[in-house]
């Protein structure tokens, strides 16, 4: 990865990390569940492709994806010189350093209690 | 036409008048310098007692947690204890005295903290703090017996035995205040002072009203030395002020060092003030002044002007601490009002042999109730059910929404009285606190009859 | 690393991984300290008990209960008169406590019999409450009292009533924070799904995880139901024990304080499929967008952006007037849980002030990842502060207010260092846009303060001013403000009533009554 997207990557994480909750459940499957679930969402929605609202757990992605996009578009305005390919790159790799922050490189120990 | 001693009925409390013993040990050993105690327990039963200390004064006091958690409940949590001791003794290099204050949970499991102590003396001490002068006291205060009374009085007689010691008579008086306010420990020793008389205090809390420096060097925390403690048996005399609060420490200094003891009366009004500077008189040799005679006067004065115009036959409920309740009672009997009902808030079996208590019985000459044992609930419901009516609610803060939602006037005093600024810097002990006291039940009663319309132009010209 | 070790805690070395400070380039996998862990006996920390926990923070803002503690009288004490969790039931829960009043034959002997006479007994004295929390203490836990039982036998003898019980003893767990789980999963395991609730509305909702403090639940309530959304139960502020029985049957489960109550989301998630949307209630910004979220769910959007623009006509430019004035000062967001992640980033960007420090009592590393994750570079994050660190990094920071609670605050009092209940509040409520603004006024207040001013005068070494009567706070924080005719003319100080929360009681709310009748 180059370092512009490496950037261009941080400036998404910053907007989430100062602005969203929704990455911070407090066990690791959650976490999974909902960062696949908004960030698949959020990519919907900057490729103005249609999105799923068939079930209330996919209206409650929506309403924070919608909120996501939203303000990704308006902080980070570069965005909007995207295609559609290249979004859809970027947004895999925010994925995958959400993962990494949230899941698999957190310190925090209890994601892994199989209790709540 | 009688006064009558009951007892709750009920086993359960609505309304707790006391909270339990630990808060009371805690209460004593903040009172003396380098010392912090550790209570031995779950985080809460310092943490709350430190946040309704703060409430009382506005300020925060040292107290430590040995945190008890799960497995110290299932396995003994004495290593918590020494931990607690090392942990405290390393971070905090002035400290000299850690009393180690048992709690329910600790007495349940059995923990044997003086066993710990002994050990602790042999060997932490020794080997880690050889420099140091430290002083670990057990206090056992269990939640289930007793109460913050009981409590402060069991530390109290704790402290003064691990201190007190036989040396040279030190010409002076031990005065054991009982549960006062610094307000109240300034105008004892105005009077003490008065009379010429050296005295060690148990305890030295005037600085807990502590200064906002400039330098920012402002601590709340007492200032009883270790030779204050260990003088008390030098002493030509020891008074207790409080029945319930520090005889039991007046009785040790007696039997153990032949200190004569004096053991009451809690100089709340003129009489006991009286008596108890009688008492000083008896004990010292040292003669009541001119001075004296005059503020007795002024005194007298400031409450003549209130007593058969404003307080006669105003009835009264009293509510708090036993020496501070029976003391206010006397003292509103003197000044013509009618305390209707005295309520009492722990289970103390000693309370009908209790000579204030026997003379309320037998001379009191209209109904009025002594209610052992007592909760709040117990007030509240007496006015609820109309069974009595009152002008005046004496008592402690946490029984404020009875006054308030039954609309009748209430005079903040005893502990704690966060629900008013500054209570705790006044007295209402001595002829200083006689006046303290009158003044403020007036001005509770006259504002109160502006708020109601209730003849408020009485006081158009006064 | 980013571990920060103070110098009064060196000689305990397991304090180290509790506190960091955020550094450049550092993130969530290089900087989060430990949370949650055993305390350290001696250190004078400033946890509390799991007890205090289930019934202080959860249990008791329940209007309609009798809260009564099976154990010796000073836990039930320690818990009355010391939150502010008002109702519109006329504060019962505030102005009664219960104990069983355990004493030393009934450590030996057992205290069930006491028990069920005490719960008897409690509900004669209050015969129009007919619902009551049981909550265990350290001593009953250690007898082995059987409360349920007793409970249960209670219910069969008095078929009107309900009893919850709550085994939540002092001694289970690090912190209070064992309490809130306990609670939590109690709550759902006993009574969620037993009573069947009347639903009044297309868009049904439980607010969770917020408690009342001042009106604050009042405040976030009216606002959904302004857009016609029956908030079905509230989990606890101003809430009755029935509706909370109700959960069951909502569509969302809106949750503001994750670290007390995102247990009983998670199972009511697990259990009946209701989704979890956290949101914060603070700030204008995280206020507007977790309303609009919300609204969405619903396709309310137009009822929602109307109360956000109204809302924000109307406070934004007190906030403003604030801001300017707070722009720089440093503050420490030292709360027990959660508002150190509420706060930590949009009391700067709204505000203006700059947060140093931020710690918490009894959270988790889950609060600690949302807090570092918001707050600025430079940041001190404390897990399971004690006094001496608290003076520390007091001393280390130089703030210009610590928000806190009171026993803390008089710590920082005496270090000249003026400080804010956030707790129970100053001069609450502090939820919605006006709250936010008299939060922003409180601060303001307690900064500005002339006396504050005055207390760093030593009288007998500095020279003493004598050119003054008197200062006012604006002469004081308007120093630096240029007025260059670009200054709005709408900014202005708070103009709001002391009292905001009493008029929204009884209030009439169109939207949701169409819903009710249908006719939406």
Redesign the interface.
Known sequence: MDDVMKDRIEQLVDFI???C??Q????SW?RERQNEGILTKTIQLLCDEPVDLST??D??Y???A??LANGLKKTCPWLNTMDKKDLKILMQGLKERID???IN??????LTNPL? | MSCELKERERPGIINPIFTCQPCGAQYASIGIKDCIAIVHGGQGCVMFVRMLLAQHFKDSFELASSSLHEDGAVFGALNRVEEAVDVLLMRYPHVKVVPIITTCSTEVIGDDIDGLIRKLNKKLLKDKYADREVHLIPIHTPSFKGSMVTGYDVAVHDIVKEFAKKDKPNGKINLITGWVNPGDVTALKHLLSAMDIDATVLFEIESFDSPLMPDKSGVAHGSTTIEDLTGTADAMGTIALNRYEGAQAAKYLESKFDVPAIIGPTPIGIRNTDTFLQNLKKMTGKPISEALVRERGIAIDAITDLTHMFFADKKVAIYGNPDLVIGLAEFCLDMEMKPMVLLLGDDNKTYPDDPRIKELKEKVDFDMEIIMNADLWELERRIKDKEIELDLIMGHSKGRWTAIDNNIPMVRVGFPTFDRAGMYRHPVVGYEGAIWLAEQMANTLFADMEYKKDREWLLNVW | MPYHTFKCSECIPAREMHAVIKGPGEDLSSCLPLGYLNTIPGTISERGCAYCGAKHVIGSPMKDVIHMSHGPVGCTYDTWHTKRYISDNDNFQLKYTFATDMKEKHVVFGAEKMLKQNIIDSFKAFPHIKRMTIYQTCASALIGDDIAAVAKKVMEEIPDVDIFVCNAPGFGGPSQSGGHHKINIAWIDQKVGTYEPEIKSKYVINYVGDYNIQGDAEIMVDFFKRMGIQVLSTFTGNCTYDDLRGMHRAHLNVLECARSSEYICNELRKRYGIPRLDIDGFGFEPLSASLMKVAMFFGLEKEAQAIIDEETARWRPELNWYAKRLKGKKICLWPGGSKLWHWAHVIEEEMGVKVVSVYSKFGHQGDFEKGVARCSEGALAIDDPNELEGLEAMEMLQPDCVLTGVRPGEVSKKMRIPYLNIHAYDNGPYKGFEGWVRLARDIYNAIYSPIHQLSGLDISKDEIPTDKGFMTRQMISDVNIVDDGNIPAEERPYTGDWDIVTRLRGKKYPKLESQQLGTA
Do not use: I
């Open positions: 990390m100062k602005w909750l929704w911070f459940h407090s066990r959650d209330p757990s209206k409650c929506w309403v924070d919608v909120y990494y922050l949230t490189g957190s310190l925090n120990q209890e709540y």
